[in-house]
């Protein structure tokens, strides 16, 4: 008799900028998480799936868990903490490289919590072997500790059947990660606080089409911005473009044409009303 099959959601969980969508990319082996070396990156969470023979883990990559300043960061913590309480296992993930913090899980959720050391590869074997005594640790550039995690994880989840077809890696549309992808773009061209005031909506998005046809607006707050954006003979806008562009052919395995255009949408972050609009 073959075992029962588990399939369970696993939270990643932590601070911003801990290596949690770097995690997500590795676990899953697609690059679905915006990844960047800046902070408070993952606005919303990403759902990546992996089927290994009758485990099936659904992982969920969370917006960091800061302290809210304004109300788009206030959303941000609102949907972590509700993805958390929703989630069968958690995973508390924390840079080996890094003092052990405060923060305590148990108090967002009654879920098994499972301490995971990432950036494991910037440490000393010692200091490797002195967390693997409260933890998992792993790196997502070389895979070390990956399958161990894997393994801690699969005995955590419930005995229950698979919720995606197998070869399932993702349950967003394809317009949310044009929409990520290009938030990923400015990230790693824009500088300083620009990566933060910019949003990304798409207009439009057609399958069927060869190419698929993508058009969307990209949003600052204020004039200035918009002329960094654009860029000196609409350089950057076009740098932007290329990036989104190249990650979503890789994903669809299909020619991409991304039409952008980009708009002043004042104090968008602190709107209500325009963060509605804009899913959250």
């Not at 995690?23 to 902070?39: D, F, Q, R």
């Not at 069927?208 to 000196?232: C, H, M, W």
Request: proline residues 6%; hydrophobic residues 40%.
């Amino acid at each position: 008799m073959s075992p029962e099959p588990r399939c369970g959601h696993i939270a990643l969980a932590g601070r911003p900028n801990v290596g949690k969508s770097s995690l997500l990319n590795t676990l899953v082996g697609e690059h679905l998480a915006l990844v960047s070396a800046k902070a408070q990156a993952t606005r919303m969470p990403v759902v990546g799936i992996r089927t290994e023979g009758n485990i099936q883990y659904i992982f969920h990559d969370l917006p960091g868990l800061l302290d809210p300043a304004y109300p788009l960061q206030e959303r941000m913590r609102s949907l972590a903490e509700a993805e958390l309480k929703q989630a069968d296992v958690v995973l508390h993930l924390i840079p080996a490289d890094q003092p052990d913090e405060s923060l305590d899980l148990s108090t967002l959720t009654r879920r098994p919590v499972l301490k995971v050391y990432t950036k494991g590869d910037l440490v000393s074997p010692q200091r490797q072997a002195d967390l693997a005594e409260s933890g998992a640790v792993v790196s997502s550039v070389t895979g070390s500790g990956i399958i161990e995690l894997l393994r801690a994880i699969a005995w955590r989840l419930p005995t229950r059947d698979h919720t995606f077809v197998d070869d399932e890696i993702g349950m967003q549309p394809m317009r949310f990660f044009a929409t990520e992808y290009l938030r990923e773009a400015a990230f790693e061209l824009l500088q300083d606080e620009l990566p933060y005031v910019f949003a990304a909506e798409i207009q439009e998005f057609r399958e069927a089409e060869d190419p698929v046809y993508v058009r969307a607006n990209l949003f600052v707050e204020t004039r200035s911005q918009k002329q960094i954006v654009i860029g000196a003979g609409g350089r950057m806008i076009r740098e932007i473009g290329k990036h989104a562009r190249e990650r979503l052919e890789k994903l669809i395995g299909r020619p991409v044409y991304l039409e952008t255009w980009v708009q002043v949408l004042p104090k968008w972050r602190r709107d209500p009303v325009q963060l509605r609009r804009l899913g959250f």
